[in-house]
Every structure is written in C-alpha cells, then in structure tokens.
T-cell receptor, first 111, second 113 residues
C-alpha cells in the first residue's frame, strides 16, 4: 500500500517556466489537498478538492492551478514560476473529515 | 480567523529528559486539535489528536490534553529518545464541512545521546 505519492521529488525551474506536480493516492480518499511549507510559516493550504472534478481555493492560491480529473490524482500546476514559489510542496488526502495522510513532499527551487 | 501558536525552537534535550512543547490556539467554536510529526526528509504523520475539551490524545509515549479554559494543547513526553528528533506541528480543524487544518509554525526537537 503506497499511500500518498508525489512526483517529482526535486525540481529546479527558471523564472517563467511552467511545471506540474503530481499527487496520487491509493486509499480511495475523497478529499485531497496541496500545501506549501516555508521556513517559519508552517504549512499553508494552496488548493483542495472534495471529490473528483471539484477544486477550491485555499489560503494561498495565487499563481497555482489544480485539477482533479481522476479520484486518485490531484495535479498542481505552476504556469509561470516565480522565485517566491520556491518551497516544499506537500500533498495530502483524507477520508471525509478524518486524519490527513501526507506525501513525502516535492522540493521546488525557482531561480 | 483561526490560528495556532507554538513555542519557537529548536528545543535541545539530552536522551531521557522530559519534553514539553507548548501550543495555544485561537478558534471560534469547538475545534479538533492535532499534533503532527515530520522526520527529516519525510512528510507529516499524525502523532495524536483530541476532538473535545478534556480529551487526552496519546501515542508512542507522547500525550497532550485539550484544555479549553486555557486554549492549549501542550505536547509532553516523559523520556525522549534520539529517534524523537523531528519537527513537531500543532494544528487545529474547525470541524466544518471538511477537515481544513490550520498549522502552527512547527518546533524542531533535537535529542542528543
């Protein structure tokens, strides 16, 4: 049972480039989330999804887009990367209002 | 809005010492409270939780009691081990339609032999 997986694990982008982060879960969870973790700021919610085909904005959505075309996958896109998006990105999933399960993270550097 | 405040780290202890990491919260209503742990290079894992006032969550020798009167959820362990070295996050959920978590800034614990 893989739980929550994220690809890639590391990525370096130049300003203005685009990329997509993939999150996959095999627990049949309805809810999925994308967070960013920055030093001294804990985790902040970027976007979330309460089911296949649905997405909603979290606390810091600007500069990001998401899609949930399949229940098991939640994609986070950066259309035009900026240095301020240098961060560690975590995906999580949950079964309703129960415990959230986190992936191992993606470390993104934008130069 | 809801918020969580944790003590700043790092907290440096010797093996077998007593651990306390303070956490206080501000929330409307009656949130659920959580402690998550992040080991180096890994994602967050739920350590323990409490869903109502006076509940005590416990796991792996760690415990925390939901104190509504002091809006606190301090993490304690009687005897820490080197393997407990990690970053600990306090979080709350406002128990609305889905489990939106609000995290504290995290406290790094370093335990030396």
């Amino acid at each position: 049972n893989a739980g929550v997986t994220q690809t890639p694990k590391f990525r370096v982008l130049k300003t203005g480039q685009s990329m997509t982060l993939l999150c996959a879960q095999d627990m049949n969870h309805e809810y999925m989330y994308w967070y960013r973790q920055d030093p001294g700021m804990g985790l902040r919610l970027i976007h979330y999804s309460v089911g296949e085909g649905t997405t909603a904005k979290g606390e810091v959505p600007d500069g990001y887009n998401v899609s949930r075309l399949k229940k098991q996958n939640f994609l986070l896109g950066l259309e035009s990367a900026a240095p301020s998006q240098t961060s560690v990105y975590f995906c999580a999933s949950s079964l309703g209002t129960r415990e959230q399960y986190f992936g191992p993270g993606t470390r993104l550097t934008v130069t | 809005g809801d918020s969580v405040t944790q003590m700043e780290g790092p907290v440096t202890l010797s093996e077998e010492a007593f651990l306390t990491i303070n956490c206080t919260y501000t929330a409307t209503g009656y949130p659920s409270l959580f402690w998550y742990v992040q080991y180096p290079g890994e994602g967050l894992q739920l350590l323990l939780k409490a869903t109502k006032a006076d509940d005590k969550g416990s796991n792996k020798g760690f415990e925390a009691t939901y104190r509504k009167e002091t809006t606190s959820f301090h993490l304690e362990k009687g005897s820490v081990q080197v393997s407990d070295s990690a970053v600990y996050f306090c979080a709350l959920s406002d128990n609305t339609g889905f489990q939106k978590l609000v995290f504290g800034t995290g406290t790094r614990l370093l335990v030396s032999p």
